[in-house]
């Protein structure tokens, strides 16, 4: 059994009008140190597979067709095995 | 007797489908019927109407679940057949989501929900959704949307602009959408998706009428 957390996000090429609220946001409290804000989305799914592979290719294919949309968003995920200190 | 044999699809968070029902079933005086999200066939419908809505509660992103329904299944084939499929609002963002129509929608570049009437420009009335239009006639049309920022690469936009795909644009572009982009047609030009929603203006009671000749373009191709 594994983990894949997945993290989904605006292309960095697309304004991304909710990060530039925050971004605002977070400025004008005087965090004038951050310089760009990006928002995206995280997903996790619980995978019964047998091998970390076999779970990664399962996991891009589930992004590609469902879980991100490449016209405006980019992806990326990592795999951990599922145990005791993720349950 | 109209040749229109609507189908209004209906899925789970639908909410403008009646009012789509309504202008086929008594104002264009057709043969109409509901599908439902869960129908594997399109029957003998040869439009097919996506409506505005929150399918499937717009969840994940607007319209990305519903492309996986059993029924858009069928609807992919219709439309590479050749059947016309119009979608409205969260209907665009369906066909966006399928690829039966280019780009994506993204969220409004002011972060709101707008609920106003635009005006709209049309950019090319040789399209069986425009044709009972003047070519750059202004029109009035309501939009309802929160995600109604067209957005495309650079190739892509090359290729719908080159192609004569855009047909109606925003004269005040409300929400960030590129080019002022409000609806599109695919290259085979059997299938539209625009954010404005003429289906809310097509009934003089409503006091606006500007949209009554979207559909009315629609089904006179049919005849």
């Known amino acids: ?18 990060g530039k609220a925050v971004e605002h946001s977070l400025q004008s409290i005087g ?5 760009d804000t990006r928002i995206g989305k995280y997903i996790e799914l619980k995978i019964d597979a047998s091998t970390e592979k076999e779970a990664g ?10 879980l991100a949309n490449p016209v405006m968003e980019d992806y990326e995920f990592e795999i951990f095995p599922f145990g005791e200190k993720n349950k | 007797m109209s040749k229109v044999k609507a189908g209004v699809v209906v899925f789970p968070g639908s909410n403008c489908d009646h009012d789509v029902y309504n202008i086929f079933r008594h104002t264009l005086n057709a043969d109409t019927k509901f599908l439902w999200h869960k129908d594997t066939g399109t029957g003998d419908r040869n439009i097919i109407i996506l409506p505005g809505g929150f399918s499937y509660g717009d969840y994940l992103r607007c319209g990305a679940i519903a492309k996986f329904s059993p029924l858009m299944n069928e609807i992919i084939k219709f439309a590479d057949r050749g059947g ?30 707008i ?14 959704f425009t044709s009972d239009y003047g070519i750059k006639e202004e029109i009035s049309i ?19 602009t080159g192609n004569n795909q855009i047909l109606f644009k925003y004269a005040d572009n409300p929400n960030g959408s590129l080019d002022d982009i409000a609806g599109i047609q695919n290259v085979k030009r059997n299938v539209i998706g625009l ?13 606006n009428t500007d949209g009554y000749r979207f559909f009315k373009s629609v089904s006179e191709s049919l005849m």
């Not at chain 1, 059994?1 to 909710?18: A, G, H, V």
């Not at chain 1, 290719?57 to 469902?66: D, F, N, P, Q, V």
């Not at chain 2, 109604?148 to 892509?156: I, M, P």
């Open chain 2, 142 to 160: 309501p939009i309802a949307h929160g995600e109604g920022n067209y957005y495309c690469d650079e190739d892509t936009f090359v290729e719908i």
């Open chain 2, 115 to 128: 609920c106003k009437t635009v005006t709209l420009k049309v950019e090319n009335n040789k399209s069986i």
């Open chain 1, 31 to 35: 965090f004038n140190s951050v310089k």
């Open chain 1, 57 to 66: 290719k399962i996991t891009e294919e589930a992004c590609r067709k469902l």
């Open chain 2, 84 to 113: 016309i499929v119009i979608g409205i609002c969260n209907g665009f963002q369906v066909l966006c989501e399928t690829g039966l129509l280019p780009g994506a929608l993204l969220r409004n570049s002011n972060l709101k929900f």
């Open chain 2, 195 to 207: 954010m404005p929603h003429p289906e809310r203006a097509s009934d003089e009671i409503l006091g």
């Open chain 1, 1 to 18: 059994m594994f983990i894949s957390k997945i993290n989904i996000r605006i292309r960095d090429t697309i304004l991304d009008p909710q």
